[in-house]
Nanobody, 126 residues
Framework: QVQLVESGGGLVQAGGSLRLSCAAS????????MGWFRQAPGKEREFVAA????????YYGDSVKGRFTISRDNAKNTVSLQMNSLKPEDTAVYYC???????????????????WGRGTQVTISS
């Protein structure tokens, strides 16, 4: 069992930056691939970014590629999402997700994850 708690959301102007963090508790953190997803009102949950248990492999959704960076610190049991050049369309609730996987594997569909945080609101004003 893994518990996930997101933090770092808030309200920023377009063009600004935010850094989201997700703290994990439970079993060996490096056994888990991690992902960030987001969901805006009236829209389906969207893949944002993923990182393998090793931290060596990352993958991004097309809408955030080049602006967002996912990273993890296995010693601190945390995964972060650095978001730059934010746009109003980035407004959503952002969720951290985890699943056990091979050390160098990552996953980018929501149904592949079985642990989820409660989410943190990110609002970008124009």
């Amino acid at each position: 069992q893994v518990q996930l708690v997101e933090s770092g959301g808030g309200l920023v102007q377009a063009g600004g930056s935010l850094r989201l963090s997700c703290a994990a508790s439970g079993r060996t953190f490096s056994n888990y691939a991690m992902g960030w997803f987001r969901q805006a009102p009236g829209k389906e949950r969207e893949f944002v970014a993923a990182v393998s248990g090793s931290g060596d492999n990352t993958y991004y959704g097309d809408s955030v590629k080049g602006r967002f960076t996912i990273s993890r610190d296995n010693a601190k049991n945390t995964v972060s999402l650095q978001m730059n050049s934010l746009k109003p369309e980035d407004t959503a609730v952002y969720y951290c997700a985890a699943r056990e996987g091979r050390y160098y594997y990552l996953y980018y569909t929501s149904y592949e994850y079985n642990y989820w945080g409660r989410g943190t609101q990110v609002t970008i004003s124009s």
